[in-house]
């Protein structure tokens, strides 16, 4: 025997859905966060990541407070070469040490799940960004009689990026001759009077060499502040002409 009853979907206007409770929509929401988070931390990780300059040293190619996106894979296949501009870990010694007070737990977690998915750069002042002048097996020298350095014999032109004073053809003298080892380059910070880089590191248990494994990738463009933003050159063509040598 039948019911002729109606059954709870019949009483509903024609075309009519049935209302959605809370929970699914809520479900939904969390669901495409938890995608978006995924999604942003991948990116991060293994294609494109964002720092800020925390100093002058790369003046005037990139200023202080400059936010800038990293490109992490391609050099994964291709490798560095002469005049990238690169962001890398420190070797060791490099960075002062410094105390960061406690910070809430909120904010903490906030700080960590922003940074997690590259809204913020918590960590770029654990991090340098210079250029890359020394690949491995090149043979670095400072400075011939026009103040210029020399890499494997060639003298380098580096005045399309070096930042000097009008009063300056070339940046103050730091003498030193070294070959770079394998795995490792050699690098300098435009802003070259200015820069606490691999010249004043020597004494460190690295020489004042950086581990290609440190580099985090190189810096290719420049989006903040709006002014500013565009690609970040790596002058390649100044580097032309100086031959490649194997590694001792």
Known sequence: MTSDSPSPASELPAGARPRRGVWPFLRDVLIILVIAVLV??????????????PSGSMQNTLQEQDRILVDELTPRFGGYDRGDVVVFRDP???LPV??????????????????????????????????????????????????????NGIPIDETPYLKLTDAQSAPREVTYEVT?????????????????????????????????????????????????LGPIDGHHEVFRGVPYRDVP
């Open 92 to 94: 060791g010694g490099w």
């Open 40 to 53: 942003s931390f991948l990116v991060k990780t293994f294609l494109v990541r964002s720092f800020y300059i």
């Open 98 to 151: 410094t105390y960061d007070p406690p910070q809430p737990p909120l904010a903490e977690a906030l700080e960590w799940v922003t940074g997690l998915v590259g809204l913020t750069a918590s960590d770029s002042e654990e991090h340098l960004i210079k250029r890359i002048v020394g690949m491995p097996g090149d043979t670095v020298v400072c400075c011939n009689a026009l103040g210029q350095v020399t890499v």
């Open 180 to 228: 770079v080892p394998e795995d490792s380059v050699w690098v300098l910070g435009d802003n070259r009077d200015n820069s606490q880089d691999s010249r004043f590191h020597q004494d460190q248990p690295g020489g004042g060499f950086v581990p290609l494994e440190n580099i985090v990738g190189r810096a290719f463009v420049k989006t903040w502040p709006l002014d500013r």
